[in-house]
């Protein structure tokens, strides 16, 4: 022990308590005994009844069966005897593809147990994004390569260090570290603060040394990671606060705990209870809420650069770390304020945790007493989405099979040509086919951006007139490159001379949206995968895209909520803004929203909060996605009646790309030329 009290990590590699609870969490993954009963790898306990491992070490065993059952075993689990498993979900973002190296971002699974109610120990992961570093341990199982006819799995432990990171989510090992083959998915312990910071991928072969998928690889399961960290928390909230055989009261005595530099601190026992505290909150409402709250608990200061974008009140927790210091108890009891207060604000009962801070605030100075108690939401913050209930009725916007025709103009640029130009087409789309264009233009040079409005309006007129139904104008949709993007459709003026109780605008009168004429034919897995996501996540969330003072990375896309749909300030056909809709594009994003008009040369301004604020509160007013174009509309002709041209909807352009109505393939084949 050392002369404050803590433990002694350093020679031994991690307390031998924390050694021991992490041993006995982790478990064999193996073959049933049907299928010959071999040890495929490891996996660990995160929450009741559900493990996790690398994607890859199920992959080989469940590529013609995903829904397989097989078995997992450890010696202090279930008396040692094994049990069913199956597969939950895992990251990989196609078929299981076993010669193929799985990318450490997509190279997680998540294993339940056909049995929930068999009890376990769960391993305590990390609530940060940064790795402190120094000493850590990985221990695992094997296969028995001394006997390979055998079924033995064959324990295995080693020390190792962290000297280096790959992107957001992949961890690098010193050489000195030894790694046996097929140990993947064996849980990273660090030692300087006894939690679990990863699980091993690979090692090197024929070499020392290895890689690790960092634990904020988890974010990428979206709601699933809400769901797990929740039950995680709250596990450890309920374990044994006294005996000192637990996670939390060894840690209380390692050196990362910092408890030993003053009262004023966050101890181990209190990061416990807080977690547990908000698993018990409403689900945050997107990364919005939490990054704003947790910069707020910070004083207004951004957390460390590198930080990945939160999306659980538990990862705002760890966003208030600095520099690898434990947490300031005025920064933690701040932010569950805060969380408190936006909980209040949503119609929630924060009662218990108000309760908790309450008793904790008697722990600490006057001044931290007076900050927390008079804590107030950032102005963004402080609005109330109304009830469903008292949400006034929008039509949703049509859908496959449901009779309502929707007008497509699908603009193709002139390849080559010196300045931009388009051939055009006019479909029809009810439901009963729409292969045949009804108007067209694919010959010839093309028509320049600045005269398509005139080339379309008697065609479109024309049809409109056939299809609209009374008081039920059709929708437009107007599929062109992600580059043309910022083609105020909205504003064309079907006439030129408009009557006076007729607005010209078309997105005044009807529903205008933009498609990706890229995304021909059949919907690829992700983009179907997403769309379905937010169709089942109810409420529309906004998601600031890319956050502020930070360039658009595809982590930013990869791992929102399901109910998250991308807000861009700025113009997309170039720059910042194009980079962050093709990300947004490749990750299978349906619907998007951004401003047309330019964006300040320097950073963004009170217009671009505004902007994102007006958006936020459009997408929380709506029950669902499909309402998104008709309120938007509605917003457009409160413009057009206000004449108010400093709305932040004004220049607004929607994405709405539904994978059910994907746009026909052009099938039209290539001429040899002479």
Known sequence: MSPHGHVNASESGS????????????????????QGGACWGTGFFVAPGRLLTCAHVLAPHLRGAIDGVFWVAGSEVNGGEPLPARLDAWLLDGPARPEVRVPVEQDLALVRLLD???????????????????????????????????RRAVRWKATVRINGFDDDHGLRFRPEAEFPKGGSGS??????????????????????GGTAIAATALRRFGARYQQLMADHDRWHGQSPKITGHNWI????????????????QWSPRDRREALSQLAAMTAPDGIRPVAALARKARGDIPPPPGQ????????????????????????????????????????????????????????????????????????????????????????????????????????????????????????????????????????GDGVPPERLIQRLRTPLAEIFATVDAPGAPAPLEVALPADRFDT??????????????????????????????????????????????????????????????????????????????PVLCRPVGSGVGRRAIGLALTAGYGIALWHTDGHPEYGC????????????????????????????RRLRDDISGSRNSRHWAEGAAMLYDDPGRPLPADEDDPLDSP
């Open 15 to 34: 307390d031998p308590v924390i050694d021991a609870l992490a041993r006995a969490a982790t478990v064999q993954l193996r073959a049933s005994d049907e």
């Open 116 to 150: 929930a109610a068999v009890e376990h120990e769960c391993v305590w992961l990390t609530d940060r994004t940064d790795y402190p570093g120094g000493r850590g341990v990985v221990q695992g199982y094997h296969p028995d390569t001394a006997d390979p006819g055998s």
């Open 187 to 208: 849980p990273v312990l660090d030692a300087h603060t006894g939690a679990v910071v990863g699980l091993l991928k690979s090692r090197r072969v024929g070499k020392d």
């Open 249 to 264: 009261e060894r840690q209380h005595q390692l050196p990362g705990s910092g408890i030993h530099t003053g009262g004023d």
């Open 308 to 443: 990945l974008p939160p999306y659980t009140w538990r990862d705002g927790h760890g966003l208030l770390y600095e520099a690898g210091q434990p947490v300031a108890a005025i920064a933690a009891l701040h932010y569950l304020q805060l969380v408190a207060e936006y909980e209040r604000l949503r119609g929630g009962d924060p009662a218990a945790l108000v309760g908790w801070v309450a008793q904790r605030l008697q722990e600490v100075p006057r001044i931290v007493h007076t900050v927390v108690t008079q804590a107030t939401l950032p102005a963004a913050l402080r609005h109330v989405p109304a009830p469903l209930s008292q949400r006034p009725v929008v039509a949703r916007y049509p859908r496959v099979g449901d009779g309502r025709a929707v007008v497509v103009v699908e603009l193709e640029p002139v390849i080559d040509a010196r300045a931009p130009r388009f051939y055009w087409r006019i479909r029809v789309d009810d439901g009963h086919g729409v292969d045949e264009p009804l108007h067209e233009e694919q010959h």
């Open 488 to 565: 105020a459709v909205h504003r064309w003026q079907l006439t030129e001379m408009a009557r006076l109780h007729h607005p010209a605008q078309v997105g005044v009168r009807r529903t205008v949206v933009l498609r990706d004429i890229s995304r021909r034919g059949d919907p690829d897995e992700r983009w179907r995968q997403r769309w379905e996501a937010l169709e089942r996540a109810g409420t529309p969330t906004a998601h600031r895209t890319p956050p502020v003072r930070q360039v658009p990375r595809a982590r930013h896309f990869d791992a929102l909520a399901p109910s998250a749909v």
């Open 605 to 632: 301004t009170e217009t671009c909060d505004r902007f994102h604020d007006g958006a936020a509160l459009l997408l929380a007013q709506a029950g669902d996605a499909h309402e998104l174009p008709e309120r938007l």
